[in-house]
Nanobody
Framework: QVQLVESGGGLVQTGDSLRLSCAAS????????MGWFRQVPGKEREFVAS????????DYAESLKGRFTISRDDAKNTVFLQMNSLKPEDTAVYYC?????????????????WGQGTQVTVSS
């Protein structure tokens, strides 16, 4: 059974940092493209970042480049999202996801396994 479990969310103030973790079980993380998405009420789940197999290429939503960093530790079956200089507009439920493929992708449909999400709230 594939399971992805996010953790590390919480309530922070503008300018603070958080590191989210996604622990995977039931799959070999190293062979999957991993992604982070976020969603706020009333809006579609949006792409945040992805990282390719072999800890290689990364991709970020243009508005988040320079503030967010995705990384992975395949030996621990864990993916991370380092979030710096947080803003109120970053408030959302953050989800990690896994998808097969040899190239990076942003399409939600390409990700076949999803975590339950972790809440990040950034106050002014």
């Amino acid at each position: 059974q594939v399971q992805l479990v996010e953790s590390g969310g919480g309530l922070v103030q503008t300018g603070d940092s958080l590191r989210l973790s996604c622990a995977a079980s039931g799959l070999i993380l190293s062979i999957f493209t991993m992604g982070w998405f976020r969603q706020v009420p009333g809006k579609e789940r949006e792409f945040v970042a992805s990282i390719g197999r072999n800890n290689g290429q990364t991709d970020y939503a243009e508005s988040l480049k320079g503030r967010f960093t995705i990384s992975r530790d395949d030996a621990k079956n864990t993916v991370f999202l380092q979030m710096n200089s947080l803003k109120p507009e970053d408030t959302a439920v953050y989800y990690c996801a896994a998808g097969p493929g040899t190239l990076l992708f942003r399409d939600r449909e390409r990700y076949r396994a999803w975590g339950q999400g972790t809440q990040v709230t950034v106050s002014s």
